[in-house]
Structures are given as structure tokens and as C-alpha cells.
């Protein structure tokens, strides 16, 4: 069966830095266009970067651009978002998906910055 892993949440203050990871199982990972997404409380789930299957090609949401990093080893069957200058508002819970049509998702790890 198929799963995706996050971690690395937590609670950081504002301007620090967090990196997140997705472990994938179930999957031929390197065939696999990767994301990550998030929702905060009381918004809904926006796009915040993907990957392509050779780690060539990124893509990240306006809000996050030129603060988080995205990247992935296919040989750990891992995908990473490097998360710095982190503010409140990128309080949300993270989540990994696999595929470029979204094709599974993970359960998420929490991410909290406090001001």
C-alpha cells in the first residue's frame, strides 16, 4: 500500500527556519512528481511547491517563494521542504502528496509560528 510520511513540524518563533520531510512507501518514488501543500485553521488547502520526478523542475506558490526550498533523494525515497524566515502566517498544518494528479496524500505534520 501506499504512504507518504511527514515530519520535522513543530513549534518555531517567527524567523526561524524548520525542514520538513516525506518518506514514501508503496511507490516507485522516482517515477513520481512530489508536492507539498498546507492548510491553516479555518482556510483552505493551498499549493505551496512541487518537484518534479528527477528533482529538474520546481514550482512554488507566491507566498513562499525565495523562503522555502524544495527538493528530493530518490535514493531515500525522501522529499524535503526547507522552510526559513518562517512568520505566522505559515502556521498550517503540511501535508506531502504524490503524482502529478495528486494521487496520495499524507496525514500531515504541524507546523506553528509564533510571533
Known amino acids: 500500500q501506499v504512504q507518504l510520511v511527514e515530519s520535522g513540524g513543530g513549534l518555531v518563533q517567527a524567523g526561524g527556519s524548520l525542514r520538513l520531510s516525506c518518506v514514501a512507501s508503496?511507490?516507485?518514488?522516482?517515477?513520481?512528481?512530489m508536492g507539498w501543500f498546507r492548510q491553516a485553521p479555518g482556510k483552505e488547502r493551498e499549493f505551496v511547491a512541487r518537484?518534479?520526478?528527477?528533482?529538474?523542475?520546481?514550482s512554488y506558490a507566491d507566498s513562499v517563494k525565495g523562503r522555502f526550498t524544495i527538493s528530493r533523494d530518490n535514493a531515500k525515497n525522501t522529499m524535503y521542504l526547507q522552510m526559513n524566515s518562517l512568520n505566522p502566517e505559515d502556521t498550517a498544518v503540511y501535508y506531502c502528496?504524490?503524482?502529478?494528479?495528486?494521487?496520495?496524500w499524507g496525514k500531515g505534520t504541524l507546523v506553528t509560528v509564533s510571533s
Open positions: 518537484v518534479s520526478w528527477s528533482g529538474g523542475s520546481t
Open positions: 508503496g511507490l516507485t518514488f522516482s517515477r513520481y512528481d
Open positions: 502528496t504524490a503524482g502529478v494528479a495528486m494521487d496520495y
